[in-house]
């Protein structure tokens, strides 16, 4: 049973111009949203729009395909790029920490990834994947 809940306006600017959500996460501070393009990030107290994460190219520090991002146990955010066979690591504010190649074929088809408590990586894929596995713990 829902008993409260709290109404965030988010501040809106050329740069946070958000296309169709494909997930949401919220810390204390900051809350993240992903759509088919970028990920945003907003103060989850005001509203204020935060400097965004967004994709570049092939460089170390870029992306080229948000799968889906994770918050892991030290609250570093992670962007799987399926494209690129890379989990990329930033701190919350966006700063790049570093990058780690997991390969192509492990990272194919992946919706969405949780952080397990152990240090695991839970993951769904896509149903239409070519090995018919919808979920893999990492």
Same mark, same amino acid.
């Given at each position: 049973? #829902?008993?409260? /809940?709290?109404?965030?306006?988010?501040?809106? !600017?050329?740069? =946070?111009?958000? &296309?169709?959500?494909?997930?949401?996460?919220? !810390?204390? =501070?900051?809350?993240?949203? =992903?759509?088919?393009?970028?990920?945003?990030? /907003?103060?989850?107290?005001? &509203?204020? %729009?935060? @400097? !965004?994460?967004? @994709?570049? $190219?092939? *460089?170390?520090?870029? %992306? #080229?395909?948000?799968?889906? /991002?994770?918050?892991?146990?030290?609250?570093?955010?992670?962007?799987?790029?399926?494209?690129? &066979?890379?989990?990329? !690591?930033?701190?919350?504010? $966006?700063? /790049?920490?570093?990058?780690?190649? +997991?390969?192509?074929?492990?990272?194919? +088809?992946?919706?969405?990834?949780?952080?397990?408590?152990? *240090?695991?990586?839970?993951?769904?894929? %896509?149903? +239409?994947?070519?090995?018919?596995?919808? %979920?893999?713990?990492?």
């Amino acid at each position: 049973e #829902l008993k409260e /809940f709290k109404t965030l306006n988010l501040e809106q !600017t050329e740069k =946070s111009v958000i &296309g169709t959500v494909q997930k949401i996460h919220i !810390t204390d =501070s900051i809350l993240l949203i =992903s759509d088919e393009r970028a990920l945003f990030a /907003f103060d989850a107290n005001d &509203g204020r %729009y935060l @400097p !965004t994460i967004r @994709p570049g $190219g092939n *460089g170390e520090m870029e %992306y #080229l395909n948000l799968n889906t /991002f994770f918050v892991d146990n030290k609250h570093h955010v992670n962007i799987v790029d399926d494209v690129k &066979g890379r989990v990329l !690591t930033f701190d919350i504010n $966006g700063s /790049f920490l570093h990058s780690a190649k +997991w390969g192509n074929d492990l990272l194919r +088809w992946i919706q969405n990834a949780e952080m397990l408590n152990g *240090g695991d990586l839970f993951c769904s894929r %896509y149903i +239409w994947n070519d090995q018919n596995r919808v %979920y893999d713990v990492m």
